[in-house]
């Protein structure tokens, strides 16, 4: 028997979200099952995604590194908080960035967000997440010594995979996600990069009702 898992993602996010964990191929090549079930609740809730430590965006030699981030969301009204053979996927506000650095001294960053967005959880072990990016739903513009503007999915929506754990609260990771991106500008611009790495660790309240928790499960 072969098993695919299946993230589809955003956020915010989030906006559609496909990320393959795994695979495993069989010699007669059968054809692939479904993914598993997934339930997310508590069905239409509100939540809210608020960053944890920091965000880093890596393209070429220059990281950008942003302290507070905040997305936001609703799960799914029942029956769409369940889908018995793939992932939940639910629009997101377009995370906003902001108390941002750049690893170049005499570099300002300002990082702008649009468009819309989704982030999908698929159940598994472990569980995963996937937020899409729309075209051009990511900008850093930098300013001073360098004079540089990056754009995220520049050309098509991007899927950044990531993973969810249920907790108190629960958290969703991003762990060297790479993003496709152009590069543009003059001298000190690694314009020969064509994509970044992610980092983020996101803590995700239950908004409606601060008491509850968002739980994925199958």
Do not use: E
């Given at each position: 028997?072969?098993?695919?898992?299946?993230?589809?993602?955003?956020?915010?996010?989030?906006v559609?979200?496909?990320?393959?964990?795994?695979?495993?191929?069989?010699?007669?090549a059968?054809?692939?099952?479904?993914?598993?079930?997934?339930?997310?609740?508590?069905?239409?809730?509100?939540?809210?995604?608020?960053?944890s430590?920091?965000?880093?965006?890596?393209?070429?030699s220059?990281?950008?590194?942003?302290?507070?981030?905040?997305?936001?969301?609703?799960?799914?009204?029942?029956?769409?908080?369940?889908?018995?053979?793939?992932?939940?996927?639910?629009?997101?506000?377009?995370?906003?960035?902001?108390?941002?650095?750049?690893?170049?001294?005499?570099?300002?960053?300002?990082?702008?967000?649009?468009?819309?967005?989704?982030?999908?959880?698929q159940?598994?072990?472990?569980?995963?997440?996937?937020?899409?990016?729309?075209?051009?739903?990511?900008?850093?513009?930098?300013?001073?010594?360098?004079?540089?503007?990056?754009?995220?999915?520049?050309?098509?929506?991007?899927?950044?995979?990531?993973?969810?754990?249920?907790?108190?609260?629960?958290?969703?990771?991003?762990?060297?996600?790479?993003?496709?991106?152009?590069?543009?500008?003059?001298?000190?611009?690694?314009?020969?990069?064509?994509?970044?790495?992610?980092?983020?660790?996101?803590?995700?309240?239950?908004?409606?009702?601060?008491?509850?928790?968002?739980?994925?499960?199958?």
């Amino acid at each position: 028997m072969i098993r695919t898992r299946t993230a589809l993602a955003l956020a915010t996010a989030a906006v559609g979200m496909l990320s393959v964990a795994s695979v495993t191929a069989t010699a007669s090549a059968a054809p692939l099952p479904l993914a598993g079930s997934t339930t997310v609740t508590p069905a239409g809730h509100a939540f809210k995604a608020n960053l944890s430590g920091k965000a880093t965006l890596k393209a070429g030699s220059v990281t950008v590194t942003c302290t507070v981030s905040v997305a936001t969301g609703t799960v799914p009204a029942a029956p769409g908080n369940h889908n018995a053979a793939g992932p939940v996927s639910s629009p997101i506000s377009a995370p906003t960035y902001s108390s941002c650095t750049s690893s170049i001294p005499g570099v300002t960053p300002t990082v702008t967000t649009s468009g819309a967005w989704t982030v999908s959880m698929q159940d598994g072990s472990p569980i995963t997440a996937t937020m899409t990016v729309p075209v051009g739903g990511l900008v850093v513009k930098t300013t001073g010594l360098a004079n540089c503007t990056v754009t995220a999915a520049p050309t098509a929506a991007a899927n950044v995979g990531g993973t969810w754990a249920n907790g108190a609260p629960p958290s969703l990771t991003f762990a060297n996600a790479s993003v496709p991106v152009k590069v543009t500008g003059g001298f000190g611009c690694p314009t020969s990069a064509t994509a970044s790495t992610f980092n983020a660790v996101y803590l995700v309240s239950d908004t409606t009702d601060p008491a509850q928790q968002i739980t994925v499960g199958p």
